[in-house]
């Protein structure tokens, strides 16, 4: 169960950066569909290890820790990067406030 999710985390992560490109021409460049699909991508390899009966908790660990050594953002355009980039410090900062008041 365990491998088979982080290898369900790899695998949608992978599958994403292989059609990036298509997103990329059928979104019309717009960086903000292309932040939003990051963004759900660990949930997207949750429900599709779900499915098919293995760990979704580690396949959303897997494709995020994908993401970030896989170099999809190094790779994508740039309007992406410097939408990415802020919506990642953004909700750095809002959860790190969130542990902050939990505290």
Same mark, same amino acid.
């Given at each position: !169960? %365990?491998?088979?999710?982080? =290898?369900? &985390?790899?695998?949608?992560?992978? $599958? ?6 298509? #997103? +990329? ?6 960086? %903000?569909? *292309? +932040?939003?699909?990051?963004? =759900?991508?660990?949930? %997207?390899?949750? =429900?599709? /290890? ?5 760990? $979704?908790?580690? %396949?959303?660990?897997?494709? &995020? !820790? +994908? #993401?970030? *050594?896989? $170099?999809?953002?190094? @790779?994508?355009?740039?309007? !992406?990067?410097?939408? &990415? @980039?802020?919506?990642? /410090? ?5 959860? @790190?406030?969130?542990?902050? #008041? !939990? =505290?």
């Amino acid at each position: !169960m %365990a491998a088979g999710g982080l =290898l369900a &985390g790899v695998a949608v992560t992978w $599958g994403y950066s292989k059609s990036l490109r298509l #997103i +990329t021409r059928w979104s019309g460049d717009d960086a %903000a569909t *292309q +932040t939003v699909l990051l963004l =759900l991508l660990p949930f %997207a390899a949750y =429900l599709i /290890a779900e499915h098919i009966g293995v760990s $979704g908790i580690l %396949a959303a660990v897997a494709s &995020g !820790m +994908t #993401i970030g *050594q896989s $170099g999809i953002i190094r @790779n994508a355009p740039l309007a !992406m990067r410097l939408r &990415g @980039n802020s919506v990642w /410090a953004m909700l750095e900062f809002v959860f @790190n406030g969130m542990v902050f #008041i !939990m =505290l």
